[in-house]
């Protein structure tokens, strides 16, 4: 007599299952952003952004007349392009979570894969690896064309200037996490509209929210902002009273990584 085991419910099937492997779901979520065409749209904008201002701001200085000024820094403007950068990757973070929402496909999603925390660690691993790489190409490629115009004028650095290799590495470190911190808002938001202009609003609208403060509270608190502690990341011409390159990489660490912890808290408590 043949005994057949019972197949287990829907929502009891683990990551180990032979239908459903975690490397399945990367896959899967990997697929979605290449077929998204925000995605594509948002690498060109980034590209364009990085490597136009690079050239534009490089041959600025490179015909600039008179001395540099003390505060030059040709590392930083070299990579000027990520100040916009990050407002594009971040909305491609965003995008990656919410438009499955918006359209209702994220119902489909966990049907085919219950473990909910499972998709949303995947959709962290496909956002923080694409747009490291991505960020990672075009700091570099930035610092490159940046510092061959300026050259010309005798301003230029190499990787091997202190605070170069640094600030190229970090830029690429810092889009990434901006990526991660639109992910983790669209996680809680699940609106586009809405996460956007909640990723917008921590990372711009708290300056003018700190400056409202006393002084002593307002200069104690300023230097902890996301753009203001992330960015020093690629400056080598620190302003006085400002955090460390890397102290300000880890201070801004803390803005994905609490908004990702409350993606992953809310993520089971509601419905899709």
Same mark, same amino acid.
């Given at each position: 007599?043949?005994?057949?085991?019972?197949?287990?419910?829907?929502?009891? *099937?683990? *990551?180990?299952?032979?239908?459903?492997?975690?490397?399945?779901?990367?896959?899967?979520?990997?697929?979605?952003?290449?077929?998204?065409?925000?995605?594509?749209?948002?690498?060109?904008?980034?590209?364009?952004?990085?490597?136009?201002?690079?050239?534009?701001?490089? /041959?600025?200085?490179?015909?600039?007349?008179?001395?540099?000024?003390?505060?030059?820094? /040709?590392?930083?403007?070299?990579?000027?392009?990520?100040?916009?950068?990050?407002?594009?990757?971040?909305?491609?973070?965003?995008?990656?979570?919410?438009?499955?929402?918006?359209?209702?496909?994220?119902?489909?999603?966990?049907?085919?894969?219950?473990?909910?925390?499972?998709?949303?660690?995947?959709?962290?691993?496909?956002?923080?690896?694409?747009?490291?790489?991505?960020?990672?190409?075009?700091?570099?490629? +930035?610092?490159?064309?940046?510092?061959?115009?300026?050259?010309?004028?005798?301003?230029?650095?190499?990787?091997?200037?202190?605070?170069?290799?640094? +600030?190229?590495?970090?830029?690429?470190?810092?889009?990434?996490?901006?990526?991660?911190?639109?992910?983790?808002?669209?996680?809680?938001?699940?609106?586009?509209?809405?996460?956007? +202009?909640?990723?917008?609003?921590?990372?711009?609208?708290?300056?003018?929210?700190?400056?409202?403060?006393?002084?002593?509270?307002?200069?104690?608190?300023?230097?902890?902002?996301?753009?203001?502690?992330?960015?020093?990341?690629?400056?080598?011409?620190?302003?006085?009273?400002?955090?460390?390159?890397?102290?300000?990489?880890?201070?801004?660490?803390?803005?994905?990584?609490?908004?990702?912890?409350?993606?992953?808290?809310?993520?089971?408590?509601?419905?899709?």
């Amino acid at each position: 007599m043949t005994i057949i085991e019972p197949r287990p419910p829907v929502g009891d *099937l683990y *990551l180990h299952d032979t239908t459903v492997g975690f490397g399945n779901v990367v896959l899967s979520e990997w697929t979605k952003v290449r077929s998204l065409r925000s995605s594509y749209v948002c690498s060109g904008l980034v590209t364009l952004a990085m490597l136009g201002l690079a050239v534009g701001l490089g /041959a600025r200085w490179a015909h600039q007349h008179g001395a540099v000024p003390d505060w030059f820094d /040709a590392v930083n403007i070299s990579l000027s392009g990520t100040y916009i950068a990050q407002v594009i990757i971040g909305t491609f973070g965003v995008m990656a979570i919410s438009s499955e929402h918006t359209t209702g496909m994220i119902r489909a999603t966990f049907a085919a894969v219950p473990q909910r925390r499972a998709v949303l660690a995947a959709k962290v691993l496909v956002v923080g690896v694409s747009t490291l790489v991505i960020g990672e190409l075009l700091s570099f490629g +930035s610092f490159a064309v940046g510092q061959a115009l300026m050259a010309h004028k005798g301003v230029g650095v190499s990787l091997s200037d202190p605070g170069a290799l640094r +600030s190229a590495f970090g830029a690429g470190l810092f889009l990434a996490l901006a990526g991660l911190l639109g992910l983790g808002i669209g996680a809680i938001i699940r609106n586009t509209a809405g996460a956007i +202009s909640l990723f917008f609003g921590v990372m711009f609208a708290l300056d003018p929210i700190v400056d409202l403060l006393p002084t002593t509270w307002r200069n104690d608190l300023i230097n902890y902002l996301p753009v203001n502690a992330g960015t020093q990341i690629f400056t080598t011409v620190n302003v006085k009273g400002s955090l460390a390159p890397w102290n300000g990489l880890a201070v801004f660490v803390l803005y994905p990584a609490v908004a990702l912890l409350a993606g992953f808290l809310l993520i089971d408590v509601r419905d899709a």
